[in-house]
């Protein structure tokens, strides 16, 4: 119970922290300076929500753990983060398809994630819920204003809607550290927040005049990500995140 | 001993590094006090924004404070829970921030938890002839505003 809780929050705290350090790279690089801003922002809050996981791991873990053991010093087959995070940031609409899928998700995963037998679990929940409106916020009304923008804008935002699409099924099809914790009332059921999900998907692609990806039901989707089967793309991130801890271990600065 | 109204009249003197007008229980973030001993305290603190960079800061700062009126042990305590909101803000931490150029909250979130349809005067001319640039500015809590008056572009503290 405890290894499997353990499992859980380190899969939360990677989501969040993937999440995070890609939306960081357009610090200094993003179209305009408030978007650059928005990103940066952005990104601080969920690396916030994972320091707020890992530090909760550390000190279920014990054994002279902290908050980055996790993110500095395990290899990429521990890392449990669903696919569709790790992906290289893209251009701009690659960027703004992927965080909203994600943001949406996140929404209506925390709402049902505050209502954990586990305290603080559900404590991080509803810190996080309030940002997370805030960048959803932002990320549909991106959606909106590239789909139902110029003819440029609107494909790239419709051929970056097709590019993520095939990563968004991991979100919902539960692992077995998942199943474990909802069957203790520690994680929500996510497989019941898809319908929701889709209803807010559709709902703002359809605002974009964008096309909703029409799959047929028990399509196949990508996934390996909480199994700690990534994509090579992860190994760069670490390669970047971690250089500092490989090279001269337990640095301080 | 000192008393808990003790520790938190010392504690007015904690500043927020990013809004030096404000203090720490202007903000709203001390939730709680315990002394333990003559020479021990804890101090229970909740961030504004789990991101917040200020807080190890904060920390600091409220250790020294209460190292230099004699106690030797500070514990400070984060807590998430209840999350943080400018509803804990006071009064007379708005009216210091307006004063200093930057709109405070102003709605209260339970009351009125749609912001989307408030209306953000211009911290300078009071105008309420205004447009948002973005929603995210300098830092986590501020959102960036133009006044269409008087041209200032000015930050507005979100309500959350």
Known sequence: ?253 | MKSTEDILTILENVCDPEVPVLTIQDLGIVRDVRVISEKEVEVIITPTYSGCPAMNTISMNIKFELLAHGFEQVIVTEILSPAWTTDWMRESGKQKLKAYGITPPQYNTVANPRESEAVIPCPVCNSTHTTLLSQFGSTACKALYKCKDCLEPFDYFKCH
């Open chain 1, 1 to 253: 119970m405890k290894t499997s809780l353990l499992q859980y929050i380190l899969h939360l705290a990677d989501n969040s922290f993937i999440h995070g350090h890609r939306l960081s790279e357009w610090c200094g690089h993003g179209p305009e300076l408030e978007v650059d801003m928005a990103l940066s922002n952005i990104a601080l809050d969920n690396i916030g929500a994972a320091r707020s996981f890992y530090q909760y791991a550390a000190e279920l873990e014990g054994n002279g753990k902290t908050e980055d053991s996790y993110p500095y010093l395990r290899d990429v087959r521990a890392f449990r983060n669903v696919l569709l995070l790790e992906l290289p940031k893209g251009n701009f609409a690659e960027t703004i398809a992927r965080s909203f899928f994600f943001d949406a998700y996140q929404q209506l995963f925390y709402k049902a994630l505050m209502n954990s037998s586990d305290k603080q679990l559900a404590a991080i929940a509803e810190k996080s819920l309030k940002e997370i409106t805030y960048h959803l916020r932002f990320s549909s009304e991106w959606v909106i204003r590239l789909g139902d923008g110029t003819v440029e804008s609107k494909q790239k935002m419709q051929e970056a809607i097709l590019k993520y699409w095939d990563y968004t099924g991991e979100l919902f099809s539960a692992s077995e550290i998942e199943l474990d914790m909802q069957n203790n009332k520690i994680a929500p059921d996510i497989a019941s927040l898809k319908p929701s999900w889709e209803k807010i998907v559709s709902d703002t692609l359809e605002e974009a005049t964008l096309s909703y990806p029409l799959r047929a039901d028990g399509a196949w989707f990508q996934s390996g990500g909480k199994k700690g089967l990534h994509t090579e793309h992860l190994g760069f991130i670490l390669t970047e995140v971690q250089y500092l801890q490989k090279s001269y271990p337990g640095c301080e600065w």
